[in-house]
């Protein structure tokens, strides 16, 4: 699978946009991009995933370059309970029997 | 609905002891997934179970690991021997089948070996 880079750490005021981004700049074509969250203390909760197309859904929207090379994740209206990492994760379907493998993800904080 | 449940939540225990950890994935879900996220360290993947199908066991750092799946429901990791570096959370998760998008994931186990 392909390996992602985001940044360590990210802050967001409370109320604006928080946008979080990621390189897998060798994603291959059959390659989806997932993205999971884990507030502290508890186990990580499935966010987003979208192929080429931007996907929106109640949580967040997620917009894929034209090249598929980089994504970003966007809380159109972060809240103090939205602080967490943020894990984006590129794979296939079917390759591995879907195990996830996490990098070490972002940190967002929130903050009022 | 419930969700993925664990038991315990906590774990102490000394070195060389054996521990069981257990799983209730969600009712239907045929796939099952652990994980472990040590001090300081990602999330790694250790073992998957899918349906009748062999488990993939790839993940695991160790023959002291090991883990079986009774019925297609609840699943039990155990870690005999036990070290000091075995001290993590133990996360399990479920999804409906392999490639469903999304695995749901319990609260964990936090194990100390001390």
């Known amino acids: 699978d392909a390996k992602t880079t985001q940044p360590t750490s990210m802050d967001c005021a409370e109320g604006r946009a928080a946008n979080l981004p990621c390189n897998h700049s060798t994603i291959s074509g059959n390659e989806y991009v997932y993205w999971y969250r884990q507030i502290h203390s508890q186990g990580p909760q499935y966010i987003i995933h979208g192929l080429k197309n931007n996907e929106t859904n109640e949580m967040a929207s997620l917009i894929i370059t034209e090249d598929r090379k980089s994504s970003t994740l966007i809380l159109p209206h972060a809240t103090l309970r939205d602080t967490a990492v943020y894990y984006c994760i590129v794979r296939t379907l079917y390759n591995q029997g879907g195990k996830l493998i996490f990098g070490q993800g972002t940190e967002l904080s929130v903050k009022p | 609905g419930a969700g993925v449940s664990q038991s315990p939540s906590n774990k102490v225990t000394e070195k060389g002891k054996d521990v069981e950890l257990r799983c209730d994935p969600i009712s239907g879900h045929t796939a099952l997934y652990w994980y472990r996220q040590s001090l300081g360290q990602g999330l790694e993947f250790l073992i998957y179970f899918q349906g009748n199908s062999a488990p993939d066991k790839s993940g695991l750092p160790s023959d002291r690991f090991s883990a079986e799946r009774t019925g297609g429901s609840v699943s039990t990791l155990t870690i005999q021997r036990t070290q000091q570096e075995d001290s993590a959370v133990y996360l399990c998760?479920?999804?409906?089948?392999?490639?469903?998008?999304?695995?749901?994931f319990g609260p964990g186990t936090r194990l100390t070996v001390l």
């Open positions: 998760a479920s999804s409906i089948r392999q490639v469903i998008n999304e695995q749901f």
